[in-house]
């Protein structure tokens, strides 16, 4: 390499397809401009000369040159279904998960495009012994400057991620506790989407501002993991849960990869500068899910058209998934409760309509032992939390739903809204029967002082003896003992001011 010693090393700038090795197995770079590929040992930036890196400072084997260039002048029908053979000849998985991880390789390739904002990770998940490490290795060695780490090194990602912008295999027993142990959790939960950054305070001794260094940290992930994420970090995956199918598969090496990364550089260079399908949601696919599976259909249009089929699938499957597992969670039961009780008052085909809280914290704890119950306050933030708009009028407090935002929740948490039918038909109202001097008696206890409260009077009662028991932290009974008095004092002054 003839590149001046004195220049700045880098592999990575705009208009750059990928450093190659030249004929002589020096690097070189293979830049793209006016729709033209050159060779060129060095390159004139803004920020001055740049050469590549030496081969023994990349943890790649690089594409040969002249075959890249060989293949950029002309199309490559086959490239899709040679990398499936590729990949299928070191493990075993469904159809669908083979498309999803050929369609994240072609990925790999152009993360980096203008049209992309978002690269999803790949998760191999499973029980030892299933292939996760040997299907992620074959993974690696094919997509765009890919590097296998078995330890989760601040430094080490750093370095990767900035200065290579490739694509980070972490092999780990459990990741998310070892980011946790080396400070790390904001590299995994950023990596996902372009333009983010973590910083680091490296020089204290120069002051503000100037002590503090931002590191580009975007760009593909594959994590092999035996051990469950943490489910912030799971939202950002497209999980490949590995099967169980013992057989002989071969051992992934670099040297098997080489003819399809000079292949997948050429469609690299062929794409990395045209625009890209601007896709709108699809149906039963939305929120992160969507913004981190969009990449891949874009990809997939471009690569393998007759393939979307079995993207669409997993996808979709892998929607469902979540969606089953958001059932689960408090939002989800609160969903669903919003939902039966909506359903009760007939509002599903309103525009507009309120739902009370009390009913919901009602319901929440109806079938729970009471050690499980949680309080009024509790409901309330976590009503809050899931963006649902609350206000309070006469003292009780009620969440506000339109047609649009009740939708929104149904799909996010894999409710079906009923098909409007007929108003249902209601049960006589029943009413609540309170001693007002001794507290709230049974149906078959005796009472001698017994007043029947209709429907306004039973909700004041009602939530003021949530308040007292979960607040003040007064026993159910006593609370509803202090709430018939305050009841009874509310009354008798309203009847004394007629």
Known sequence: MSANTQDKLSAYFPGLVDVCQDQDGQPVYLVSKDNRLSLAETMSL????????????LPFTLPRASKV?????????????????????????????????AHYVFLTYLHDHPDIDYCPYILFYAVPERGKSRTGKSVAYVAFRGVHLIEMREPNIFRYSQNLRGTLFFDLMDVWKKAERSGCEDILLLRAEK??????????ERG???????????GPTIIASNEQLHKILETRC???????????YENPRPQLAQSLKERLTAWRARTLHGPLSDLSPIDGISGRLWDISRPLFQVGQLVQPQASGLLLEAINTISGERNDSKRETAEGRLVAII???????????????TLKTADI?????????????VSAQWIGKKLKSMSLRRRTVQGRSEILLSSREYQTLLEQYGCISRVPALPPQTLPEKTMEIQLDV???????????????????????EEKAALLQFEAGLPREEAEKEAAKWLREVREKSDGSK
Request: hydrophobic share 35%.
């Open 46 to 57: 803004e920020t001055g000369e740049v050469a590549p890196p030496p081969l023994e400072n």
């Open 69 to 101: 260039l060989k293949y950029a002048g002309r199309e490559d029908p086959t490239l899709y279904q040679d990398l499936l053979a590729y990949l299928q000849r070191f493990s075993a998985l469904d159809e669908t998960q083979w498309a999803v991880v």
């Open 195 to 204: 333009g983010a950054k973590c910083a680091r305070i490296l020089y204290p």
């Open 208 to 218: 503000a501002f100037k002590d503090t260094v931002y590191y580009d940290i975007y």
């Open 238 to 248: 497209l999980p490949i849960v590995m099967p169980n199918r013992p057989g002989n």
């Open 339 to 353: 939902k039966e009780l909506t359903d009760k008052q007939g509002a599903a085909d309103y525009l507009d309509w």
């Open 361 to 373: 914290w009602r319901a929440f704890n109806e079938n729970r032992s009471e050690d499980r119950h």
């Open 439 to 461: 507290g709230v008696v049974g149906s078959c206890r005796v009472s001698r002082e017994m007043r029947t409260l209709d429907e306004f009077d039973r909700e004041l009662f």
